[in-house]
């Protein structure tokens, strides 16, 4: 099955409204890592985060190991922030990152 | 910020053809990866070095080559290239297995 399983799939705002995206995972985490993107666009690093919980500015990514689990959270939505959140498992032996399927933001102004 | 120049940005290649992608970065990073990403596939691993000439198989390797000639240079090499090969292709690189990736622009190959 699939390591790594980000929900929503989609997900639709309005400018203002806080976002919670989710993802889980089903083996061992090593680190998680949380990026961008926007369509055809290039991956942009937001949180390498292997436990615990980091900030900038309006977003906050808080990992919990023990219950398999990474979350972004996007306070007070521009709807600049509409794109693609992808979240990755590294694995520490090779430093792969495998990668969730993606959650689709849109905001609507 | 870590920087990593992927070239060409976008290539049309032809069935059968041979295709190279480059990846330079500047980082005095170990480890280089390359990763293809299709729509409902997301992103898989190609291939990785964690050294300068080696390279290991990732996840999807068949139909790839990989080259690794020097620490900041990172090669993707299509002999063959196939329809089914059409993706976008990202070049990324780390310092260590267990520090952040930093990713190239892409490169958006089409095979025809």
């Known amino acids: 099955g699939q390591q790594v399983q980000q929900s929503p799939a989609s997900l639709v705002l309005q400018e203002g409204e806080n976002a919670e995206l989710q993802c889980n995972f089903s083996t061992s985490l090593n680190s998680m890592q949380w990026f961008y993107q926007r369509p055809g666009g290039s991956l942009v690093s937001l949180f390498y985060?292997?436990?615990g919980t980091k900030h900038s500015g309006r977003l906050t990514s808080t990992t919990v190991i023990k219950e398999r689990r990474s979350s972004l959270h996007i306070s007070s939505s521009q709807t600049t922030d509409s794109g693609t959140y992808l979240c990755?498992?590294?694995?520490?032996?090779?430093?792969?990152?495998?990668f969730g399927q993606g959650t689709k933001l849109s905001i609507k102004p | 910020e870590a920087a990593v120049t992927q070239s060409p940005r976008s290539k049309v290649a032809v069935t059968g053809g041979k295709v190279t992608l480059s990846c330079h970065q500047t980082?005095?990073?170990?480890?280089m990866y390359w990763y293809r990403q299709d729509t409902g596939h997301g992103l898989r691993l190609i291939h990785y070095?964690?050294?300068?000439?080696?390279?290991e198989k990732g996840d999807i390797p068949d139909g790839y080559k990989a080259s690794r000639p020097s620490q900041e240079n990172f090669s993707l090499i299509l002999e063959l290239a196939s329809l089914s090969q059409t993706a976008v292709y990202f070049c990324a690189s780390s310092g260590d297995s267990n520090t952040e990736v930093f990713f190239g622009k892409g490169t958006r190959l089409t095979v025809v």
């Open positions: 985060n292997p436990s």
């Open positions: 070095s964690y050294v300068a000439d080696s390279t």
């Open positions: 980082n005095n990073h170990d480890y």
């Open positions: 990755a498992l590294q694995n520490y032996n090779q430093g792969k990152l495998i």
